[in-house]
């Protein structure tokens, strides 16, 4: 499949906690987005990080990619109950432009 | 600065009707996409338009089919509507240079369900 897969599929932690999802592809790329997605909502764009980058910061978000291993983390430090939410990575290839692929998504609960 | 903009939000159609959704992009953006997503198949392109060409398509059948006007604002349609097409479809758009730091944007999405 050229989609990314994420893991885990869902993550409950407790408020304060810090939370990690992961992202495989399988192809050359130019960028790799993080997104988050509230239950019958759009996506709201957090992080774009290049291929030519390895870490970046956003508030308490952090992204790291591995183009060598062609993965990619979210963390997100001291978690908040409103950070429930389903996040989604999505790859951009190389090869094909204006276009994203995109994960199957990790469902995230932040217990209060 | 306004974001994506999808309207309707929601909608309800039945089988073999026909459906138009609408978007308007983030001002000074070229590039309109559309996605579809549902529980089954999860997030997956539909096509991009940038300057009213369409530049890249995604595995749909040709019942659905887009358009971009002038100024950057674009449509959906969903013709022959079969209950499979019960999803979210969401809109979005990005300045559409190449520039590998090209942020996509996405709208609210519009809710279809065909009955």
């Known amino acids: 499949s050229q989609q990314g897969e994420e893991d885990p599929q869902a993550l409950s932690i407790q408020e304060g906690e810090n939370a990690t999802m992961n992202c495989s592809y399988k192809?050359?790329?130019?960028?790799l987005q993080w997104y988050r997605q509230n239950s019958g909502r759009g996506l709201v764009h957090l992080i774009l990080?290049?291929?030519?980058?390895r870490e970046k910061h956003s508030g308490r978000l952090r992204v790291t990619l591995d183009t060598s291993k062609k993965s990619s983390s979210l963390l997100i430090t001291a978690s908040r109950a409103a950070d429930t939410a389903s996040y989604f990575c999505?790859?951009?290839?190389?090869?094909?432009?204006?276009?994203?692929?995109f994960g199957s998504g990790t469902r995230l609960l932040v217990r209060p | 600065k306004a974001g994506v903009t999808q309207t309707p939000r929601y909608l309800i159609k039945t089988r073999g009707q026909q459906v138009t959704l609408s978007c308007s992009p983030i001002?000074?953006?070229?590039?309109v996409s559309w996605y579809q997503q549902t529980p089954g198949q999860g997030l997956q392109f539909l096509f991009e338009?940038?300057?009213?060409?369409?530049?890249n398509k995604g595995n749909f059948p040709g019942r659905f089919s887009g358009r971009q006007f002038s100024n950057s604002r674009s449509e959906m349609n969903v013709s022959t509507l079969e209950l499979g097409d019960s999803a979210l479809y969401l809109c979005?758009?990005?300045?559409?240079?190449?520039?590998?730091?090209?942020?996509?944007?996405f709208g609210e999405g519009s809710w279809l369900t065909v009955v």
């Open positions: 979005a758009s990005s300045s559409g240079t190449g520039d590998p730091g090209n942020t996509i944007y």
């Open positions: 192809t050359s790329i130019n960028n």
């Open positions: 990080i290049r291929s030519n980058e």
């Open positions: 999505a790859i951009e290839r190389m090869d094909s432009s204006y276009k994203l692929i």
């Open positions: 001002s000074g953006h070229r590039s």
């Open positions: 338009y940038f300057s009213e060409t369409q530049r």
